[in-house]
């Protein structure tokens, strides 16, 4: 953590106040981030420390605070802190931290009292002015739970200390999560903790979907130093997490490490060069299915504290990591981050209006890229930390944890689950011939402004939970493929439900059949029920406004070239003149008969339906001869076909 230059000119001059090894120790361990070690040494100083010495006792007691309020330990913290004030200590933060350790510890009336103490000294701190919102919010919360139900889960917890969940396997089956019990590796306990350095831990489902109890994990990946905040890539094959080592026994930055998998074991931690040095924090990777790592950092262009920061997995060597700004990040931290499939956004702050301590915040991107956030509230939230969430696909159910309700401050597993309503929406985005597409993505937008970006599974299926009684614009988008629209109106009855929206995607490189378009025998004319067809056209040029168009009409093989090129033009000009009066522009259109010089070759899908017609196939007259009059009939109907292609993708771009 980043500490002002005052803050080490204070350490100096407690050192110079106080000869005695044991506060020079207090001091270097300070400065080191030992906080465990230094705030047992800075209490045995203090009880040494003559009451007389008003200014030493005063800035012992306010170094041992810090100390304690690093580590967490929020009833220490706030009884040093009280002995900072009555002795004066000339740093008005020792209110403002009292305040924050009231909060935690539940005592909300109090906590306010000292946040507007605070807040007359310095008015417009927002921290503060976050705090107070937060208690009032807190007590509301509280009469007020979500219908969440939350249990702590013994059969993966110890009297240790295990955080940050993560649940992996395509059944969601398997739980990793980062602990510092006994069966860690090592023997030593952490001079930052006071915890033994945390190692990897795995929990399993039996075949009938119970828990088994967590063994630790492959050696590869554990070693004596600390290991955690584990996420996985979208295959699966590539875990990344926190690493932090040791040298000489002086704790390193926290660094961000990936492991590849090959069958079951995993490869040896490499360090992921993120910032140009090797001094700047990244820890609690994420990745979310947009293609960015999401991580944590206290990098210089932060708001104050530790921020959420993203890079672009694919360019993590050669790009600079971007801070996701004021909206998500505060000066207090904002930590652990989790990306769900659906774009929504996870991470726990102690500077956003909460409960005490972290909480837990959902935040999602609206239309114009700003975050909307939310408060998780209670029960999921408490007046204690909690952080680290991890949820079952798109369910409302997974785990998180927090070290609410253990008299040690120890972090422990829990459980949550939304029961009740659910509404989704799933579909298929395919191509126009019903075949897998690459890189298609869902974008959903809210009518109240909110912004989720799917991505779809290898399948071409995608899944994204719904709000009840919201109404969505959805549209459907790949690279080489023109965008389809579709609207969702959500019911808001209370009654679980799945929607079904497919894409069907028009490819730009090629011509797309527009089916059901009819004409009158031997004419141009179109018939009434070419409509629904034409008016699906009509919205599909307006989703795609900068697209122009050739509209292309075929006919069979009977009649001569001069009368089939004729016919087709006219019947191509007929839906060109249908699109214009239905408000696409004159210039974006043009008509182009064929009349049967351009036989249809047989798809994938054509050759699904008739078993007579092999993929590949032209039909051209020389094939159909050599079919039974039936199949010749549909032949020739097949034939006779209006298309369009896609001439260009700028128009009025420039």
């Known amino acids: ?9 204070c350490l100096f001059l407690l050192f110079l106040s106080c000869k005695t090894a044991k506060l020079s120790d207090a001091v270097a361990k300070e400065g080191r981030g030992e906080y465990y070690a230094a705030a047992q040494t800075y209490r045995k100083v203090y009880s040494k420390t003559s009451p007389k010495k008003t200014w030493l006792r005063g800035s012992i007691a306010f170094h041992m605070a810090e100390c304690y309020r690093e580590i967490g330990n929020a009833q220490r913290a706030l009884g040093a802190y009280n002995n900072s004030i009555r002795y004066r200590y000339p740093d008005s933060s020792s209110v403002l931290h009292s305040a924050q350790m009231l909060h935690k510890l539940g005592k909300y009336g109090d906590a306010i009292k000292l946040y507007n103490a605070f807040l007359d000294s310095v008015p417009d701190n927002i921290t503060a002015k976050n705090g107070i919102t937060g208690c009032d919010s807190a007590v509301f919360w509280k009469k007020n739970p979500t219908l969440y139900v939350v249990k702590k889960m013994d059969k993966f917890n110890s009297r240790d200390g295990e955080f940050s969940p993560m649940l992996s396997g395509e059944k969601y089956d398997q739980l990793i999560f980062t602990s510092s019990r006994k069966e860690a590796t090592g023997d030593e306990k952490s ?43 979208g295959d699966g094959a590539t875990l990344y997490y926190t690493y932090c080592a040791e040298e000489e026994g002086i704790p390193k930055t926290a660094e961000i490490r990936k492991s590849s998998r090959s069958g079951a074991a995993w ?103 700003k975050w909307k956030i939310e408060n998780m ?18 369910k409302e159910k997974g785990f998180f944890s927090s070290n609410r309700n253990d008299s040690r401050g120890s972090d422990h597993i829990y459980s949550f689950e939304r029961p009740g309503v659910q509404v989704f929406v799933e579909g298929w985005v395919l191509d126009k011939e019903e075949e897998v597409i690459d890189n298609a993505v869902v974008r959903m937008v809210g009518k109240d402004g909110s912004d989720k970006r799917i991505f779809t599974r290898n399948d071409g299926t995608y899944t994204a939970e719904l709000v009840r009684g919201m109404e969505y614009v959805m549209l459907g988008s790949a690279p080489d493929y023109l965008n389809q629209k579709q609207t969702l109106s959500v019911p808001d009855e209370e009654k679980s439900e799945t929607f079904y929206v497919d894409f069907y995607l028009a490819p730009i490189s090629k011509p797309v059949l527009i089916e059901n378009i009819f004409y009158d025998f031997d004419k141009a004319t179109l018939r009434p029920e070419s409509k629904k067809a034409l008016d699906e056209l ?80 032209k039909l051209d007259v020389e094939f159909i001869e050599t079919l039974s009059p039936k199949e010749q009939e549909i032949a020739d109907q097949i034939n006779r076909r209006t298309e369009f292609k896609v001439l260009r993708t700028d128009y009025r771009l420039y």
């Open 267 to 369: 490869s040896a931690g490499e360090r992921m060069d993120i910032f140009r040095d090797t001094l700047t924090m990244a820890a609690h990777p994420a990745v979310g299915a947009d293609g960015y790592l999401y991580f944590v950092s206290d990098a210089k262009g932060g708001y104050g504290g530790k921020d959420i920061w993203r890079i672009l997995l694919a360019e993590a060597t050669v790009t600079r990591p971007e801070n996701l700004g004021p909206e998500i990040n505060t000066p207090g931290d904002e930590m652990f981050p989790y990306m769900r499939e659906d774009g929504t956004l996870y991470f726990s702050s102690d500077g956003h209006p909460g409960m005490g301590g972290l909480d837990i915040f959902k935040a999602v991107q609206t239309v114009d890229g």
């Open 1 to 9: 953590m980043n500490k002002p230059i005052a803050f080490f000119l």
């Open 377 to 394: 509230k209670s029960p999921v939230n408490s007046m204690a930390d909690d952080f680290g969430v991890t949820f079952e696909g798109l």
């Open 191 to 233: 001079a930052i903790t006071g915890l033994k350095n945390n190692d990897f831990f795995l929990a399993k489902q039996d075949e009938k979907g119970q828990w088994m109890k967590p063994v630790k994990m492959d050696s590869t990946l554990n070693t004596e130093f600390d290991e955690g905040c584990c996420t996985f890539s």
């Open 538 to 617: 009509i919205a599909l040029l307006n989703d795609n406004p900068n697209v122009t168009i050739e509209l292309l009409a075929h006919t069979d093989r009977k009649g001569s070239d001069a009368y089939n090129m004729d016919l087709s033009q006219r019947r191509a000009q007929s839906v060109v003149d249908y699109l214009i009066k239905g408000g696409i522009e004159k210039d974006r259109l043009t008509a182009v008969g064929y009349g049967k010089s351009e036989p249809k070759e047989v798809t994938k899908n054509l050759a699904k339906q008739y078993e007579f017609l092999p993929e590949g196939q």
